[in-house]
């Protein structure tokens, strides 16, 4: 079994030639030999959200440099613990490096079921039972939040029962 690898930071090379503006041209041998450690290892790279330039020479005009050379990698284990993966670029502040933000969130949202009402309810000998417990208030209120509390409460009731008398099938 393979465990989640995370591999991240400041990788000093460029993946390929769009990720550095400016200065001497890209050395292909370097790309190859940083895209053939990666692909070794069965990494990929986890994408990004803001710039694609990581590192500043902080050089102004024809001598500035620009490149990506903060990055993150995860192999599918990593991915598939974490489908959420999310790296941001943030800001650059105080340093020629631009900080990165990796989000792993793990807790996803619950899918919230729609609530279908089934006519063939309707003929269980217990349905009207469920409709006359739950269809009581002991509140009084306008009486239009009185009929959306009975059709709440009857509502959860409703999937309960069907729940119980049918199974988890719808």
């Given at each position: 079994m393979t465990v989640p690898w995370l591999v991240g930071g400041d990788i000093n090379v460029i993946w390929d030639e769009e990720e550095k503006f400016g200065g001497l041209p890209v050395s292909l041998i370097?790309?190859?030999?940083?895209?053939?450690?990666?692909?070794?290892?069965?990494?990929?790279?986890?994408?990004?959200?803001?710039s694609i330039?990581?590192?500043w020479n902080g050089r102004l005009e024809?001598?500035?440099?620009?490149?990506?050379?903060?990055?993150?990698?995860?192999?599918?284990?990593l991915q598939q613990t974490f489908p959420g993966l999310e790296v941001t670029h943030l800001s650059k502040i105080g340093s020629d490096h631009c900080p990165m933000l990796l989000?792993?969130?793990?807790?996803?949202?619950?899918?919230?079921?729609s609530f279908r009402f089934?006519?063939?309810?309707?003929?269980?000998?217990?349905?009207?039972?469920?409709v006359k417990e739950n269809w009581n208030v002991d509140?009084?209120?306008?009486?239009?939040?009185?009929?959306?509390?009975?059709?709440?409460?009857l509502k959860k009731a409703?999937?309960?029962?069907?729940?119980?008398?049918?199974?988890?099938?719808?």
């Open positions: 370097e790309v190859d030999d940083f895209r053939h450690c990666i692909n070794t290892y069965n990494l990929t790279d986890l994408g990004f959200k803001g330039f990581t590192w024809e001598d500035s440099i620009f490149k990506r050379l903060d990055r993150c990698f995860g192999n599918h284990e989000k792993c969130d793990i807790e996803t949202p619950p899918i919230k079921k089934l006519n063939f309810w309707t003929k269980h000998e217990t349905f009207k039972d469920v509140f009084s209120a306008n009486h239009f939040c009185i009929f959306n509390y009975k059709l709440k409460k409703l999937s309960t029962w069907s729940r119980a008398t049918y199974g988890d099938i719808f």
